[in-house]
């Protein structure tokens, strides 16, 4: 069974930045990919970037390119979301997710193709 568990999130200032984890056990990554996707109240969810375990292959969204990195730790069996200069309208809870899949992840993919989740973390950017 996929175990997913979020964390650092918090409170910044806009233009700053936070790294959240997603530690995943009970799963080998190897053919799977792991998206961050993030909801705002009164709104769906929306992927934020994804990245192909296997190959690195990567995604992102156009409002956070250049903004966000999405890396991970093969040891850990993590992956780290890289959030910098952020702005209010990345207020939001974000959820890390997973889908086996041996091809290249994108954003566009629908949270209903994501199979496990995490609990979520609270990131607020506010003055």
């Known amino acids: 069974q996929v175990q997913l568990v979020e964390s650092g999130g918090g409170l910044v200032q806009p233009g700053g930045s936070l790294r959240l984890s997603c530690a995943a056990s009970?799963?080998?990554?190897?053919?799977?990919?792991i998206a961050w996707f993030r909801q705002a109240p009164g709104k769906e969810r929306e992927a934020v970037s994804c990245?192909?375990?296997?190959?690195?292959?990567?995604g992102y969204r156009d409002s956070v390119k250049g903004r966000f990195t999405i890396s991970r730790d093969n040891a850990k069996n993590t992956v780290y979301l890289q959030m910098n200069s952020l702005k209010p309208e990345d207020t939001a809870v974000y959820y890390c997710?997973?889908?086996?899949?041996?091809?290249?992840?994108?954003?566009?993919?629908?949270?209903?193709?994501?199979?496990?989740w995490g609990q979520g973390t609270q990131v607020t950017v506010s003055s």
């Open positions: 997710a997973t889908r086996r899949s041996a091809f290249d992840c994108s954003v566009t993919f629908l949270p209903g193709q994501y199979d496990s």
């Open positions: 009970g799963v080998t990554l190897a053919y799977y990919h």
């Open positions: 990245i192909q375990w296997r190959n690195g292959n990567q």
